[in-house]
């Protein structure tokens, strides 16, 4: 059983900084496309990475946050900055890598953001969805206020809402007792799979229509 805790343990860190490279990426190519220099760049992008997991983290009770405790999460949101800075005339071009990224992120941070509240919490649904959703959308909500945009979790085709089913699927799953590394694989596919068909389709939900 320790064998099987750590196994898991191991994934959930390796993924959790994943996710964090993945949103350094987005947070990287939004610096620069408002003109930042290299600290800029490193800043934001390493805001973009961390934040969303430090707000769950103070959430759920972890002190000190991970971001803070394990070195491991700025040194890669540095070096993501510092590569992208160095990379982004030949990738200047992708916009659609940005997006590709950013649904990825979105993924895996939704997804493990709801590993670490099942973890302290167990079967509770209501805390599940909130470290999910708060880790998902924490680092982009941020990186958008920064650089003086709406939140494209406001706008944009399904984003929350792709969180939300993710975890629900997640949730399910585990209720079911279906194996924990099959269902930390499936929510993050279901996650970030619906993202991208959005984007593809541009499917939104609902919004006020204003008179004419």
Do not use: C
């Not at 996710?19 to 408002?34: L, N």
């Not at 759920?60 to 982004?88: E, K, M, N, R």
């Not at 949730?171 to 694989?185: E, K, M, Q, R, V």
Request: net charge neutral.
């Amino acid at each position: 059983m320790e064998g099987l805790s750590l196994s898991i343990e191991t994934l959930v860190y390796g993924l959790d900084l994943f996710g964090t490279m993945a949103f350094a990426v987005t947070g990287a190519f939004k610096a620069i496309e408002h003109k930042a220099d290299i600290v800029g760049i490193i800043i934001l992008a390493t805001m973009t990475g961390v934040a969303g997991g430090t707000l769950r983290d103070v959430i759920i009770g972890q002190f000190p946050p991970h971001s803070v405790s394990d070195p491991w999460y700025v040194v890669i949101t540095a070096s993501t900055g510092i590569v992208i800075f160095f990379l982004y005339p030949k990738m200047q071009k992708h916009w659609d890598l940005l997006l590709k990224f950013d649904a990825l992120g979105l993924g895996v941070f939704t997804i493990i953001g709801a590993t670490f509240a099942y973890h302290v919490f167990g079967l509770n649904f209501l805390a599940i969805a909130l470290a999910g959703m708060l880790t998902a959308v924490g680092g982009g909500i941020l990186r958008d206020v920064f650089v003086n945009e709406i939140p494209i979790v406001f706008v944009k085709e399904l984003y929350a809402s792709a969180s939300f089913i993710g975890i629900l699927v997640f949730y399910i799953l585990l209720s079911l007792d279906i194996n924990f590394y099959i269902t930390t694989i499936i929510g993050m596919i279901v996650t970030t799979l619906l993202r991208l068909v959005a984007m593809h389709y541009n499917w939104n939900l609902p919004k006020v229509k204003e008179k004419s």
